[in-house]
């Protein structure tokens, strides 16, 4: 059962930058499109980006500009580099495939803008 696993979050002035990780299994990333979630706090989880096998990504329009996704097929992993970051970009973040398989949502790593 896969579970995935998100590393790279932490606490950033808002201007800031932070790199997100995920690796995957080979079995899920080779086939399916990733993507990168939030939940803020009192919030539903919500997508953040998507990336398609062939690389075709999709952006949420609040973070459009912003945040990149992108994949590594070398590494089975997904990125999501953010910049300018905003204290309204505070949440835990996690991936998933899209869409997401239930039993692969891992703990999630929190991002938090604060000055």
């Known amino acids: 059962q896969e579970q995935l696993v998100e590393s790279g979050g932490g606490l950033v002035q808002p201007g800031g930058s932070l790199t997100l990780s995920c690796v995957a299994s080979?079995?899920?990333?080779?086939?399916?499109?990733m993507g990168w979630y939030r939940q803020a706090p009192g919030k539903y989880r919500t997508v953040v980006a998507l990336?398609?096998?062939?690389?075709?990504?999709n952006i949420e329009d609040s973070v459009k500009g912003r945040f990149t996704i992108s994949r590594d097929k070398t590494k089975n992993a997904v990125y999501l580099q953010m910049n300018g970051l905003k204290p309204e970009d505070t949440a835990v973040y996690y991936c998933?495939?899209?869409?997401?398989?239930?039993?692969?949502w891992g703990k999630g790593i929190q991002v938090t803008v604060s000055s």
């Open positions: 080979e079995s899920m990333f080779s086939i399916r499109t």
């Open positions: 990336i398609g096998i062939d690389g075709s990504t």
């Open positions: 998933n495939q899209n869409p997401p398989l239930p039993s692969a």
